[in-house]
């Protein structure tokens, strides 16, 4: 199979301007993305996708690939979209699944996309997944920047919410508090079909992309992992990542 990973990044995010480039133990953060995701084993190419020079050149000068996409998109997936159509015409071979990572999320682990890619292989049914973790407290679980889920008992999505769900408000405090971790794989032909369809009233409302989905009547496979990753939102994440990257396995060993 053909699979690909694209790692959307930009310089113009609203909540922290230049983050793909902010330093984290002496690399631009999109340096480690793209580092460690392209360590996957189950990957044919990794490539970031990016409106703007600045990163594109980071990564062409580390031997990496970029696209340069459209600086319209208000969507990650869409970025991906078209970087993904872009690649499959400069290479001549269309691709199987396309594997999305947030370019804000440094302590990916290669492995991570082997887990939220293998359901797909064994089900060829299955038109996405996504990655799904414990929050290890209740503070996690009542930031907004933490997407939260709830799941069905076959593992499929039932909502996503910036909000701590389900509710501890009712007297129950020992609640599952799971969540989304953005490695995204998309089959390609439904990845151009999702990108096709409308936002919807509780994606706007809740800001959350996935709920188009949900919305639409059709399964996201949630794929639990155990790897301890944090996200980059705020400059007062980066603080915390770079202590975490410090004690990271993988960056101790150095990236291949």
């Known amino acids: 199979m053909n699979i690909i990973s694209i790692i959307p990044a930009r310089m113009g995010s609203s909540r922290f301007p230049g983050k793909p480039m902010a330093d984290i133990c002496g690399m631009p953060m999109i340096g480690h993305v793209y580092k460690?995701?392209?360590?996957?084993?189950?990957?044919?190419?990794?490539?970031?996708?990016?409106?703007?020079?600045?990163?594109?050149?980071?990564?062409?000068?580390?031997?990496?690939?970029?696209?340069?996409?459209?600086?319209?998109?208000?969507?990650c997936s869409d970025r991906c979209a078209e970087a993904m159509l872009k690649i499959e015409e400069a290479t001549g071979a269309k691709c199987d699944i396309m594997v999305m990572v947030q370019?804000?999320?440094?302590?990916?682990?290669?492995?991570?996309?082997?887990?939220?890619?293998?359901?797909?292989?064994?089900?060829k049914t299955i038109l996405i997944t996504n990655l799904v973790a414990d929050l290890s407290s209740v503070e996690e679980f009542e930031n907004p920047n933490e997407v939260k889920v709830v799941m069905d008992k076959f593992s499929?999505?039932?909502y996503f919410s910036r909000e701590p769900i389900p509710s501890r408000k009712k007297g129950v405090l020992e609640?599952?508090?799971?969540k989304q971790v953005?490695?995204?794989?998309?089959?390609?032909?439904?990845?151009?079909?999702?990108?096709?369809?409308?936002?919807t009233p509780l994606e706007i409302i809740e800001s959350v992309d996935m709920m188009r989905i949900v919305e639409n009547g059709l399964?996201?496979?949630?794929v639990p992992t155990a790897y301890t990753t944090k996200a980059?939102?705020?400059?007062?994440?980066?603080?915390?990542?770079?202590?975490?990257?410090?004690?990271?396995?993988?960056?101790?060993k150095g990236y291949n």
């Not at 994440?237 to 993988?250: H, I, N, P, R, Y």
């Open 36 to 75: 460690r995701v392209k360590m996957s084993k189950i990957l044919s190419e990794v490539y970031v996708a990016t409106c703007d020079k600045e990163i594109y050149d980071y990564i062409e000068s580390i031997d990496g690939k970029a696209v340069m996409t459209s600086d319209c998109h208000e969507r």
């Open 103 to 123: 370019g804000d999320e440094p302590l990916t682990f290669p492995e991570m996309i082997d887990e939220a890619v293998a359901p797909m292989i064994q089900d």
């Open 156 to 158: 499929n999505a039932i």
């Open 175 to 178: 609640v599952p508090m799971k």
């Open 182 to 199: 953005c490695v995204i794989p998309f089959t390609r032909d439904f990845l151009l079909q999702y990108n096709e369809m409308e936002p």
């Open 219 to 222: 399964n996201v496979k949630m």
């Open 232 to 252: 980059v939102d705020t400059k007062e994440d980066l603080v915390k990542v770079g202590a975490m990257m410090e004690k990271d396995s993988l960056f101790q």
